[in-house]
């Protein structure tokens, strides 16, 4: 051969690793609704029939769905549609929620987004971290001889924390819990604590329960701002775009609460700095504000019930709705600076839809209406387009229990969304 001849190159056929960005679509709606006809999945995506069924032989051949009988012939008649659905044994997600040790959250969700164990432990405020570690460990092994499922079976773990969290190294790097070290890696101490190896994941309480608005199919596009409020006025969320979340460069999250507002507040938070719109919004400081504020309403139940110590931070947005001058001073102060925080959030992460979830959907229409127009004032340019503001919805109540469901739906698609990523095309 010829050093001017060419060696003919050897056409090498390449496969995509992952699932396709079309086929992840297909079945973060399918989380959406569990049971789909091939025609439904055509006139919510735009794909051609050919495409779908390719896409659905190719989820049935994973095992991802099965078919559930027929649905209803077209008026003109012709052959039934097959009715899809996710397999529920597929995968497994073990979601475990640490933000109040004497509550602690530990559920098992299987892959149609069913609950089918939950428990809540009660755990000493003042126990150890080794020991926290343990506990779980010993749950999680406990879980899977009572359902009788192998660890093969699970798609991962997801563990909600306080705090300041670094999702990517798994380490909360300052907990809310006075009694534990900082730089706590408890993504390590739990692989090592447990004999089966799986996917762990350490996320801040409140992103993962943001997470749960992607079970809405409305929430799939665009940028999403999810705020999530507990009975403790301590609040937290996140930055959605496309079933992802936003985060910084450092991967640290948590950072809503411990954005500083006034450095020159002398509320210190529990970062240790001065200022944080967490700390300013905390129970503490807003009972603070309430014993400068009352006795220029006397006659107010919230000075009422201040003075009795029966006040609960629902009471203020409740008396609020009714016209109570003190609750909606009280509000004003709140929505300042929930406005302020929305504007500086979407100023660098431009979202269409702002979702306030847990406690606040029962704040009521005063709270809405009014930050709406608080966060307006700030927008004179325009600089946010078409933003809407709106409560959180698809679930029962705002209770506790509805702030747990939250957690555990959110953190359960989190994991089992992060491991079908990763699927074989």
Request: glycine share 6%; aromatic share 10%.
């Amino acid at each position: 051969m010829s050093d001017t001849e060419k060696i003919p190159k050897k056409k090498i056929k390449t496969y995509k690793k992952h699932l396709s960005r079309t086929q992840l679509k297909i079945l973060a709606i399918f989380k959406c609704h569990n049971r789909l006809m091939a025609g439904e999945i055509v006139r919510k995506t735009g794909l051609s029939k050919t495409s779908v069924s390719k896409i659905l032989d190719r989820f049935q051949n994973l095992n991802l769905i099965l078919p559930e009988g027929k649905g209803n012939s077209t008026v003109q008649g012709g052959k039934k549609p097959t009715i899809f659905v996710l397999n529920p044994s597929y995968g497994y997600s073990i979601v475990i929620s640490i933000k109040r040790l004497e509550r602690t959250i530990i559920a098992m969700v299987d892959f149609q987004g069913k609950v089918i164990y939950f428990n809540e432990l009660s755990l000493a405020e003042d126990s150890a971290y080794e020991e926290v570690v343990r506990v779980l460990a010993r749950e999680v092994q406990d879980i899977l001889e009572k359902k009788q499922i192998s660890p093969e079976q699970i798609c991962g773990i997801a563990i909600g924390c306080d705090g300041i969290i670094d999702s990517k190294e798994g380490v909360i790097l300052n907990p809310t819990n006075r009694n534990w070290q900082e730089s706590l890696p408890i993504k390590h101490d739990l692989v090592q604590a447990l004999d089966f190896q799986t996917k762990i994941l350490i996320d801040s309480t409140y992103r993962l329960s943001g997470y749960a608005e992607l079970l809405n199919e409305k929430n799939l596009k665009g940028n999403i701002l999810v705020l999530t409020w507990d009975d403790t006025t301590v609040f937290g969320g996140c930055m959605l775009s496309e079933k992802l979340f936003i985060d910084g460069h450092t991967d640290i999250v948590g950072e809503f609460p411990h954005i500083i507002i006034d450095a020159t507040s002398p509320i210190v938070c529990t970062c240790g700095r001065r200022g944080c719109i967490g700390s300013i919004l905390s129970k503490e400081a807003v009972f603070e504000y309430i014993s400068r504020a009352w006795r220029n309403f006397p006659h107010s139940p919230i000075t009422e019930k201040y003075l009795t110590d029966t006040l609960k931070a629902l009471d203020i947005f409740r008396e609020g709705n009714n016209g109570d001058a003190f609750a909606q001073d009280l509000l004003d102060h709140i929505i300042d600076y929930y406005a302020v925080l929305i504007h500086n959030v979407l100023s660098l992460h431009s979202a269409q839809k702002v979702i306030l979830q847990g406690m606040f959907v029962e704040s009521g229409d005063y709270f809405i209406s009014n930050l709406k127009q608080k966060f307006h004032e700030f927008n004179q340019f325009n600089i946010h387009k078409e933003v809407d503001i709106f409560y959180s919805s698809n679930l029962e109540d705002a209770s506790d229990h509805y702030l747990n469901n939250k957690f555990i739906y959110g953190a359960a698609l989190y994991v089992s969304d992060q491991y079908v990523k990763n699927l074989p095309q």
